[in-house]
């Protein structure tokens, strides 16, 4: 008998029920789809795979279950005995050998079924031994399905197993190269873009750049690594010998000259690398020398991504290393002309905001939250804001008084305050990080 163990476990106890595409009605079921690579990197290739979570309290026996892709003569028979035990996840790889030369560590694997999953997309579903589907999803491999899992070394992972497998916002492309075999957890890449200029002001025009943030605790030798946009022509050899100390940063320059004219005192600055990123969006990749790759990311220029990084001065900086690289909401507008080869400074916009405005609102961040001192004669209100727009928070501005909002309960990032007068003029709005006092930052 093959009997799958836990890996992980979480309090879900929640049964679904669903309908889905094929006509098919979900059973009352306790197993769902929670991972699926259908198309790896050249280099770094693991076959195919999909991977199974048992979200329910009892045990799965999966006898006589089968797996079929859009292919109705694709069917792939469970083998006998498989159980699958609450908490569990179970890998079904279509190349077992290739599966192992990258997962050796992960044993919750079986195969291997003669078909493979379809690049473009298409519908898998997994039926129980009555015939009656269990799960089914329909995946596609451009918007507003992830696009990062498409070859780029990252896998679709699920939001939500008890949800909707057709919605493509109950997926995400999550970590390079995935997580098989066990829960999801937060990443944690060695290196990562951290800042992407892919569209500068006409004036001053630094040409496009890329920042390089090496996470890790080692230096990364980046000698003969390929910088590369979606065209696989379109690529730059980092210099041999080019090594980027733990907790550096590195910026990849299109124009050196262009760049040096609008950032100095930048030092830590290669190039030139001679190709555009685009202004509507693209991917943009990195490989090491053996032509694996190592990093992806894929941004765009239209919401809910943030516009001002659009040819308005601000560049596009991650809010989150460890977060969805490919999300809107994992990146924010930054410094007006960026912040190149250094940690981003919340206070950059403070030098942007007119002297007029600056004298006429004193504000400042204490463990609790934001406060303002409102010293005009009529009434105003203080408006709190994530970067997605949504408020948090918000408050009346009394004549000669002060203001405060609550910001103790809200997680790290970048926030937009704004002040408006009784009539509804704007005096004054910035952006603050949270929590600004206890990362050193004050005002």
């Known amino acids: 008998m093959i009997s799958v163990k836990v890996s992980s476990a979480g309090p879900l106890v929640l049964l679904a029920f669903m309908l889905v595409g094929c006509g098919h009605q979900l059973m009352a079921q306790s197993v769902s789809f929670s991972e699926l690579n259908y198309h790896s990197d050249d280099v770094r290739d693991s076959g195919d795979w999909i991977e199974l979570y048992n979200f329910g309290n009892n045990p799965e026996l999966l006898t006589g279950w089968y797996l079929k892709d859009g292919n109705p003569s694709n069917r792939w028979n469970m083998p006998p005995g498989t159980t699958l035990q609450p908490g569990a996840y179970l890998v079904i790889s279509t190349d077992i050998v290739k599966f192992s030369s990258e997962f050796p560590g992960v044993s919750n694997v079986i195969g291997q079924p003669d078909f493979r999953f379809s690049n473009s997309g298409e519908r898998i579903t997994l039926y129980n031994a009555a015939d009656v589907v269990v799960a089914s999803m329909e995946y596609a491999d451009s918007l507003p399905w992830q696009e990062g899992s498409d070859g780029h070394g990252r896998t679709l992972e699920v939001v939500d197993p008890r949800g909707d ?5 109950n997926w995400f492309d999550g970590c390079m190269f995935g997580s098989p075999g066990r829960a999801y957890t937060p ?3 060695p290196l990562v873009f951290s800042e992407i200029n892919y569209n500068s002001p006409a004036e001053p025009n630094s040409a496009d750049w890329l920042e390089l943030h090496n996470r890790s605790g080692s230096s990364i030798n980046l000698g003969n690594w390929v ?11 980092i210099p041999a010998g080019t090594v980027l100390a733990a907790g550096d940063y590195l910026v990849l320059a299109r124009n050196l000259a262009q760049f040096q004219s609008v950032h100095p005192s930048v030092s830590n600055v290669i190039g030139s690398f001679g190709f555009n990123f685009s202004g509507n969006g693209e991917l943009i990749r990195l490989f090491q020398p053996s032509g694996a790759i190592a990093f992806s990311v894929i941004y765009n220029d239209d919401p809910p991504w943030p516009k001002p990084p659009d040819g308005f001065g601000p560049t596009l900086e991650l809010l989150d290393p460890s977060g969805h690289m ?4 994992n990146w924010f507008d930054g410094c007006p002309l960026g912040s190149p080869g250094q940690a981003f400074d919340p206070w950059c916009w403070a030098t942007a905001v007119s002297e007029a405005q600056a004298l006429s609102v004193n504000w400042g961040l204490s463990p609790q939250g934001i406060s303002v001192e409102w010293p005009h004669s009529q009434s105003g209100s203080l408006q709190l804001f994530d970067l997605l727009g949504r408020e948090q928070g918000r408050t009346a501005l009394q004549p000669g008084g002060m203001g405060r909002i609550d910001m103790s309960h809200l997680p790290a990032g970048v926030y937009l305050f704004r002040v408006n007068t009784e009539g509804r003029t704007t005096v ?9 006092v206890q990362a050193g930052f004050s005002r």
Do not use: A, I, M
Not at 165 to 169: E, N
């Open 165 to 169: 497998l057709d919605d493509p916002q």
């Open 187 to 189: 990443c944690d890449p």
């Open 227 to 237: 910088l590369k946009d979606q065209r696989d022509t379109n690529l730059f050899v």
């Open 326 to 329: 490919n999300r809107h909401y």
């Open 428 to 436: 004054l709005s910035e952006r603050l990080y949270w929590p600004g």
